[in-house]
């Protein structure tokens, strides 16, 4: 079954006809199946972050479709979308986006708190998802008295909460150091293998890309090529590293 799939997405900025516009992307189409775990890279200014915030809903194509769960997202009304992103997509971002003023367990139970469900399903399954994660210990603490990583496995079960159909993570170990960044793509993993989660990731480290199922590789707003995890991991980043090899561009982490 296809979670996700992009049909001949273009993304135009400026006038569409005009000298000074910049194509983005270039009829990108592709689809993501239910339990894949796939991850997008690419040279910097190769469409790719603007690719993950047009299948997020975020941003709008300017031509093309993106539909999740067989729902066209962009026949949804501004408050329809925003409603289903609540409930069908997981974000993680680079910068964990959380807040403050609240503890790990309440910006976890965010999702579930908007969507007013009770006290009890939200701690219930906060609880499940922390220990899972393994901060259930530091749960009444606050986001600026922990560590960068345990910020991002916060940020993981906040996507989670409201067990999205797709959860999509913009350069998800772009702010942490190397112990950190494996912690968070085991977490990846283990949302994938266990909770049996659907996932994209936009990302320059080729070890973080190591973890997913499947690379896909564009360059100037077009899909170059793409892979398929085959043997070992270790395997897999060989591959990875062959390919950004033909793709060409810097950038990338290892």
Do not use: W
């Amino acid at each position: 079954m296809e979670i996700l799939e992009a049909k001949n997405l273009t993304k135009i900025y400026g006038s569409e006809n005009g000298e000074e516009s910049t194509r983005a992307l270039n009829g990108i189409s592709f689809a993501v199946r239910q339990g894949e775990f796939v991850g997008i890279m690419g040279p910097s200014g190769s469409g790719k972050t603007t690719l993950l915030n047009i299948l997020s809903g975020i941003d709008r194509g300017t031509s093309g479709k993106v539909e999740i769960n067989n729902k066209d997202i962009y026949k949804m009304s501004k408050k329809e979308l925003a409603l289903f992103r609540r409930r069908e997509i997981g974000y993680i971002f680079q910068d964990f986006n959380l807040l403050d003023s609240l503890t790990l367990q309440e910006n976890i139970m965010l999702p579930m708190i908007l969507d007013e469900k009770s006290p009890e399903d939200m701690e219930k399954k906060a609880k499940e998802l922390m220990k899972l994660f393994e901060i259930y210990d530091i749960s009444n603490k606050y986001p600026y008295n922990i560590s960068g990583g345990q910020q991002q496995r916060t940020a993981v079960c906040r996507a989670l909460m409201n067990s999205p159909s797709i959860i999509f993570g913009d350069e998800p170990t772009g702010n942490l150091d190397s112990k950190s960044s494996k912690g968070i793509m085991e977490c990846f993993e283990k949302m994938n293998k266990e909770l049996e989660a659907t996932i994209l990731i936009v990302t320059h480290d080729v070890f973080a890309a190591s973890f997913c199922n499947r690379v896909i590789f564009i360059k100037d707003g077009e899909i170059h090529s793409e892979i398929i995890k085959k043997g070992t991991r270790k395997e897999f980043l060989d591959s990875i590293f062959n390919s950004l090899a033909l793709l060409g561009g810097e950038g990338y982490e290892v």
